[in-house]
Nanobody, 122 residues
């Protein structure tokens, strides 16, 4: 079955950096657009970034543009999120997810993993 396992979260000071990873299995990774989404305390899910199948196309939410970088290694079925210049408002549980359809971007995703906690605090 589909498995997405996020890792790399932690506690970091404002201005710091973290690199999240998401190991994918149970589906053909190279057929899907992939997402990072997050959920801050007391809030709903927020889309953070999306990457196309070959990694050559990326999109970011305005709130993270210029600070976060999404990438993927298709040979390892792994998705990444490099987060720089972190701010307190980035505190959230971060999830990776896959598009609901193969080959195309629908802006709908499923199969989130268990998430990884990112806390930005001094």
């Amino acid at each position: 079955q589909v498995q997405l396992v996020e890792s790399g979260g932690g506690l970091v000071q404002p201005g710091g950096s973290l690199r999240l990873s998401c190991a994918a299995s149970g589906f053909i990774f190279t057929r899907y657009w992939m997402y990072w989404v997050r959920q801050a305390p007391g809030k709903g899910l927020e889309w953070v970034s999306i990457i196309n199948i070959d990694g050559g196309g990326t999109t970011y939410a305005d709130s993270v543009k210029g600070r976060f970088t999404i990438s993927r290694d298709n040979s390892k079925s792994t998705l990444y999120l490099q987060m720089d210049d972190l701010k307190s408002e980035d505190t959230a549980i971060y999830y990776c997810a896959k598009d609901v359809q193969t080959w195309i971007r629908t802006d709908k995703y499923d199969s989130r993993g268990q998430g990884t906690q990112v806390t930005v605090s001094s």
